[in-house]
């Protein structure tokens, strides 16, 4: 089954920095690949998704990449503000709509 | 976006008893899910539901300990039986939304076994 590695566990930044997450996955099976943040005490909610037929998606200050050879998809943040504080998951599935594989996450601190 | 609620929010509960937790959404879905997170974790996804088939159960969950019933394209439940300390957790349900195919999640159930 599918098997997603994500990193770092903790990531600490200044305001105004920028934040990137990596994420792996095993299955070339997988073409749906969604960021969710969960902040504390609080559901998980989807930020952004990207497609297998898309390198590259944008929303405002939140960019995904994909990587289907390598097996690799990222989430970047830039100007980072203290409300981006929470804990952020990838995760992967073989289409939209079908059961989710999740990372183990990571704890995004931005200090003001 | 789907709306998802599900009962109870949290519960305490003894020792070797059974809980079950209810899941309703505002709208016809064809797929649920369940999902398990413990204190400080990721999500792990225990089971897929449809409608008018056995629920599917991922490595390490058995329909012995968590029996799910889906009646109907709206609502499902997910029992956690005979509990120990190790089932405290936050049990969340999703659904698909169709169309995009985005997941959405409930508030949860924190259970807390004693």
């Known amino acids: 089954g599918e098997n997603v590695e994500q990193h770092p566990s903790t990531l600490s930044v200044q305001e105004g920095d920028s934040a990137v997450i990596k994420c792996t996955y095993s299955d070339s099976a997988s073409n749906y690949f969604p960021w969710y943040k969960q902040e504390l005490g609080k559901r998980p909610q989807l930020i952004i998704d990207i497609r297998s037929n898309v390198g590259e998606k944008k929303d405002q200050r939140i960019a995904v990449t994909l990587n289907k050879t390598a097996k690799h998809f990222s989430l970047h943040i830039t100007e980072t503000q203290p409300e981006d504080s929470a804990v952020y998951f990838c995760a992967a599935s073989h289409q939209a709509g079908t059961a989710l594989i999740f990372g183990k996450g990571t704890t995004l601190s931005v200090s003001s | 976006s789907a709306v998802i609620s599900q009962k109870p929010s949290r519960d305490i509960c003894q020792r070797g008893t059974s809980l079950t937790i209810q899941c309703q959404v505002d709208?016809?879905?064809?797929?649920m899910f369940w999902y398990r997170q413990q204190p400080g974790q990721s999500l792990t996804l225990i089971a897929t539901?449809?409608?008018?088939?056995?629920?599917?159960?991922e490595s390490g969950f058995v329909i012995d300990k968590f029996p799910i019933s889906r009646p109907n394209l709206t609502f499902s439940t997910l029992t956690v039986s005979n509990m120990s300390p190790e089932d405290s957790s936050i049990y969340l349900c999703?659904?698909?939304?169709?169309?995009?195919?985005?997941?959405?999640f409930g508030e949860g159930s924190r259970l807390t076994v004693l």
């Open positions: 709208s016809q879905v064809t797929m």
């Open positions: 539901a449809n409608q008018g088939s056995e629920a599917t159960y």
């Open positions: 999703s659904v698909a939304q169709q169309g995009t195919g985005e997941l959405f």
